[in-house]
C-alpha cells in the first residue's frame, strides 16, 4: 500500500470521516456507509477501534475551550469508533453536505445528521471541513501504510466524461 497526499478539486482528493460511537452502537454503520459508498467516493481506510483520550483531545483541539469540550472527549474516547478516509473530487465538502448541519435538528432532511439523529451532542458521525484539516485529520488517525491504494473498476462510470 502507497499513500500519495490528496490533492485538492482532483479525483484524489481525500477526506476523514468517523462513525462515532453513539452510531455504533445503534447499529447504524452500513446504513452510513452505504450512503457514501452509493454516492461514488472510494474507500480508501477504514478500521474500527476504541481512540485514546490523547487521540481523541487532539482531533478536537481546536475546540478545547468550549464548555462541551470535556464531555465531547469522554463521548467519544468510549468507542468504538469506525475512522475512514474517502476519496473523490470535491469529498470534503460534498460529504459535509451529505452530513447536515452540526445540530441535527438544523440539518436538512435527507441529510445523514438529519435521518438518523436527534441532538448535537449525539450527532453521530464527523467529517473533515476543510481540506487542511481534512490532511492533518487522516495523518492523525492513520499510519500512510494503512491507507489502500487500489484501482476501482467502476471509476470509467463514474469518473469520467466531465
Ligand atoms: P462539526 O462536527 O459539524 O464539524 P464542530 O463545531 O466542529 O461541528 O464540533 C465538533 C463536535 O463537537 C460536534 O460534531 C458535536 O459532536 C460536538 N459539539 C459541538 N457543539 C456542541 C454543543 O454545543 N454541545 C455538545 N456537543 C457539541
Ligand atoms: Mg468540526
Not at 43 to 71: I, N, Q
Not at 91 to 103: E, H, I, P, S, W
Not at 121 to 134: L, P, V
Amino acid at each position: 500500500a502507497t499513500s500519495v497526499a490528496g490533492v485538492e478539486n482532483t479525483p484524489s482528493e481525500r477526506s476523514f470521516i468517523a462513525l462515532k460511537p453513539d452510531a455504533i452502537q445503534r447499529g447504524l454503520i452500513a446504513d452510513i456507509v452505504g450512503r457514501l459508498e452509493r454516492k461514488g467516493f472510494k474507500l480508501v481506510a477504514m478500521k474500527l477501534l476504541t481512540p485514546s483520550k490523547e487521540l481523541v483531545e487532539k482531533h478536537y483541539e481546536d475546540l478545547k475551550d468550549r464548555p462541551f469540550y470535556p464531555g465531547l472527549v469522554a463521548y467519544m474516547a468510549q468507542g468504538p469508533v469506525l475512522a475512514m478516509v474517502w476519496q473523490g473530487p470535491g469529498v470534503v465538502k460534498t460529504v459535509r453536505q451529505m452530513l447536515g448541519a452540526t445540530n441535527p435538528a438544523q440539518a436538512p432532511s435527507g441529510s445523514i445528521r438529519s435521518d438518523f439523529f436527534l441532538v448535537t451532542g449525539r450527532n453521530g458521525i464527523h467529517a473533515s471541513d476543510a481540506h487542511a484539516s481534512a490532511e492533518a485529520e487522516i495523518a492523525l488517525w492513520f499510519k500512510p501504510s494503512e491507507l489502500v491504494d487500489w484501482k476501482r473498476d467502476a471509476d470509467q462510470w463514474i469518473l469520467s466524461a466531465n
